[in-house]
């Protein structure tokens, strides 16, 4: 479970919000066979950045940019 090593309240929070805004945000350019591993791979990506995030829109904006750029690699 990607959020398995956030145990803070405001930590987990903050990381279902980003995963949730990331996911409204990318899911239209994403395959439907695709949602299920693109959005756990999206989770994982909040949980790494999730405690070193200065906020919830710090968090979206880290693994967006995370996320699409291993994307194009």
Do not use: C
Request: hydrophobic share 40%.
């Amino acid at each position: 479970m990607p959020f398995s090593s956030l145990s803070d309240p405001s930590d987990l929070a903050r990381a279902y919000a980003a995963l949730e805004a990331v996911w409204t945000e990318v899911k239209g350019s994403i395959p439907d066979a695709e949602h299920e591993k693109e959005r756990t791979r999206i989770a994982y990506l909040v949980a790494g950045f999730a405690q070193i995030a200065l906020d919830e829109d710090n968090l979206k904006q880290s693994v967006l940019l995370q996320y699409r750029q291993s994307d194009e690699a």
